[in-house]
């Protein structure tokens, strides 16, 4: 069956580091991979999308790369802040479907 | 200049009533959704329409029933409630069904009692 696995731990990191995600998918093949953000009480916010033929993006203080091999993502997030607590929602877009399946979400807790 | 906008954002209602979600957006994207996040959180797709035409459909009981009046609406009517009908429903938008990026709503808070 079709899966798509973030940890379902929260990622409790001091402030300064970086933070790190992952996104595993089973029996997908996707066109792209993207990484929202989720605050309480809101709806999902675009962050970065990378390509299948891409091995890694960047946007400011985030880096996502992508491993078709692997069949894996990881979202990173550099010189976290406390405002960087939120989930984070790994999406994917497969090839020959026009629907986003989405991951359960990854929540971070940045400590000051 | 709210980008999507749902009206209510929380609905408490008794099992057996019929509800009504409204979406709009202002962005003039051509492509609406409707997700459904349950208590696990897992976000999945209810429908989409493009210009108005519905262009995807779940498998969601047929008491769901979306009704698109312009390409800026997007409205949800729900029959019958159920009890595993409480979730958080997310309207969004995205400039065309192709289009990659998605642009989600506050969301609408839906608890059947």
């Known amino acids: 069956s079709q899966k798509i696995e973030q940890n379902s731990e929260a990622l409790n990191i001091q402030e300064g580091k970086t933070a790190t995600l992952t996104c595993n998918y089973t029996n997908y093949s996707p066109a792209y991979l993207q990484w929202y953000r989720q605050d309480p009480g809101r709806g999902p916010v675009f962050l970065l999308l990378i390509r299948e033929n891409e091995k890694e993006k960047r946007k400011e203080r985030l880096k996502v790369t992508f491993d078709t091999t692997l069949k894996q993502s990881l979202f990173h997030i550099t010189a976290s802040q406390p405002a960087d607590s939120a989930t984070y929602l790994c999406a994917l877009r497969p090839y020959g479907n026009n629907r986003l399946a989405f991951g359960k979400g990854n929540q971070v807790v940045v400590i000051p | ?113």
């Open chain 2, 1 to 113: 200049d709210t980008a999507v906008s749902q009206t209510p954002k929380y609905l408490v209602t008794q099992m057996g009533n019929d509800k009504s979600i409204k979406c709009e957006q202002n962005l003039g994207h051509d492509t609406m959704y409707w997700y459904k996040q349950d208590s696990k959180k897992f976000l999945k797709i209810m429908f989409s329409y493009n210009n108005k035409e519905l262009i995807i459909n779940e498998t969601v009981p047929n008491r769901f029933s979306p009704k698109s009046p312009d390409k800026a609406h997007l409205n949800l009517h729900i029959n019958s409630l159920e009890l595993g009908d409480s979730a958080v429903y997310f309207c969004a938008s995205s400039q065309r069904t192709d289009q990659e990026t998605q642009y989600f709503g506050p969301g609408t808070r839906l608890l059947v009692l």
